[in-house]
C-alpha cells in the first residue's frame, strides 16, 4: 500500500489532530506525520519557502528509497508546499498524489496574491477538502484555479466552515480515506 506523508499548517505541528485523525482513518496504510524544520527547533515563524520544500525531500527521501510510490499532503502550507515539490520545474518529487486540506489559495482579503503559478505543472491526482467558509479561498476561487490542474482533481466542501475546519476532523480524515480507497 502506497505509503502517505503529511505536513501540518503554518502554526501547527505534525500532531495536529486532523493530522492524527487522517493517520488513524488510512491504517493499515503508513502514514507518516513529519514537522518542517522552524517547528523541530521550537521556533513559530516558518522558513522559507527553499527550506521548507528541502523538507519535505528529506522527509520523503527514506519512503521513496523502499521503491514505493508515495501520496504527499497535509494542511494548509503543508499542502501547498507538497504541492509545489511535486510541481517543481527542475527535479518533481514523485507522487501518486496529493492530500491538500484548507490549501492556502491566498492569504486572507488578499484574492490578488494567488498562490497558483505552479497547479499547471500538477499532474497526478488531487484532493482538495476545504470550508465553505475559507478565508483562504473560496469554494468559486478554487475550483477556478484548480481546474487548471492536468491531473484529476476532487473536491471535499465542509458546509460552513471556515480555513480551521475546527470540530470536522472526523469528516476529513473519512474523505482522505475514501478518496485514497478509489485511487
Do not use: N
Amino acid at each position: 500500500m502506497t505509503p502517505l506523508l503529511l505536513f501540518p499548517g503554518a502554526g501547527s505541528s505534525a500532531s495536529s489532530p486532523s493530522l492524527v485523525a487522517i493517520e488513524h482513518a488510512v491504517a493499515p496504510r503508513l502514514c507518516v506525520r513529519a514537522d518542517f524544520p522552524y517547528r523541530k527547533a521550537g521556533r513559530k515563524a516558518p522558513d522559507r519557502p527553499p527550506v521548507l520544500l528541502q523538507a519535505v525531500r528529506d522527509e520523503a527521501a527514506p519512503l521513496l528509497a523502499t521503491g514505493e510510490s508515495l501520496l504527499l499532503g497535509g494542511r494548509s502550507m503543508g499542502g501547498r508546499i507538497c504541492s509545489m515539490a511535486v510541481a517543481d520545474v527542475d527535479d518533481p518529487l514523485p507522487a501518486a498524489g496529493l492530500v491538500l486540506i484548507s490549501y492556502p489559495l491566498h492569504p486572507p482579503g488578499r484574492p490578488d496574491t494567488l498562490r497558483v503559478e505552479h497547479l499547471p505543472r500538477i499532474t497526478v491526482p488531487c484532493l482538495f477538502v476545504s470550508g465553505t467558509k475559507d478565508a483562504f479561498g473560496t469554494p468559486d476561487e478554487l475550483t477556478k484555479w484548480t481546474a487548471t490542474i492536468p491531473g484529476p482533481v476532487t473536491h471535499v466542501w465542509i458546509d460552513g466552515k471556515g480555513h480551521d475546519l475546527k470540530g470536522a476532523d472526523d469528516r476529513i480524515a473519512l474523505a482522505v480515506s475514501d478518496w485514497l480507497a478509489l485511487l
